[in-house]
């Protein structure tokens, strides 16, 4: 059977995040039932991440196995068609060997995300940042975020529903920017990964946004990422700002 993968960018708010439910609206569901019109056996797809209730992607990658030799340009297009009107879209479409695979196959996940501080609620903006009304340090944010990158046991920064067999990764980076929009800040956190733990993004940032807010110094990250307890860690922060940006892989599927 041909093989594709697949990049796709979707607004996570109507859906019950990436993974196929019974009964409930999800990517996954709404990707399947549109190849279902193409080819009505087709195979459940995989992606290399399953993102959250609420959360966005723009570079979320799965792959799909069709029984017809489709160009790849005709079955984005087809694919675009029959996801209609819901806010998801598939950005390319490749042909790949039949070893390629969207999760075990990944090298690395990349998030990005968005806070924004300001008195004012967004406006465009809503449901794509996480809003806050009070300023933050962007210094004492970074020096926090510095004791997380590495290898480590971050148990702390897990959500207890999380069926990972192991809560050791190795955060690769966490970069921390901040740029000026009309009457704030828009802070925007990058995060890099081979892989991570359920909620360990939104635990992290929750957790910064504390630093930021001078509630925790620096120190206290490195204190409660050492506690390897879920109780240790700071709020977790909604889905609305986050976003699966990209995935590496040991060659470009789309080039």
Not at 12 to 25: A, E, H, K, M, Y
Not at 196 to 217: D, K, P, Y
Request: charged residues 20%; aromatic residues 8%.
């Amino acid at each position: 059977m041909p093989r594709y993968a697949l990049k796709i960018e979707y607004d996570g708010r109507p859906f019950c995040g990436w993974q196929r439910q019974r009964d409930l609206p999800s990517v996954q569901g709404a990707i399947e039932a549109a190849l279902a019109r193409l080819e009505p056996d087709v195979p459940g797809i995989a992606a290399a991440g399953r993102t959250d209730t609420g959360v966005h992607a723009t570079g979320q990658i799965a792959h799909c196995d069709m029984t017809r030799d489709w160009d790849a340009f005709r079955l984005m297009e087809a694919l675009n068609h029959h996801l209609k009107p819901q806010p998801v879209a598939v950005l390319a479409c490749a042909r790949v060997t039949e070893d390629f695979h969207a999760r075990f196959s990944a090298l690395e996940r990349r998030y990005t995300f968005r806070l924004l501080a300001r008195r004012a609620p967004p406006t465009l903006e809503a449901g794509f940042v996480w809003h806050i009304r009070h300023a933050l340090d962007l210094t004492a944010m970074q020096a926090g975020a510095a004791h997380l990158l590495g290898t480590h046991d971050f148990t702390t920064f897990r959500a207890s529903q999380c069926q990972a067999l192991s809560p050791v990764k190795t955060l690769d980076s966490l970069e921390i920017e901040a740029q000026d929009i009309p009457s704030g800040v828009e802070y925007r956190f990058h995060l890099r990964a081979r892989s991570f733990l359920h909620n360990q993004v939104r635990s992290i940032v929750g957790t910064l946004e504390r630093v930021g807010a001078g509630a925790w110094a620096p120190e206290d990250v490195k204190t409660a990422l050492d506690a390897r307890n879920r109780i240790a860690c700071g709020p977790v922060s909604p889905p609305d700002g986050l976003c699966l940006t990209g995935v590496g892989y040991p060659s470009e599927p789309f080039a």
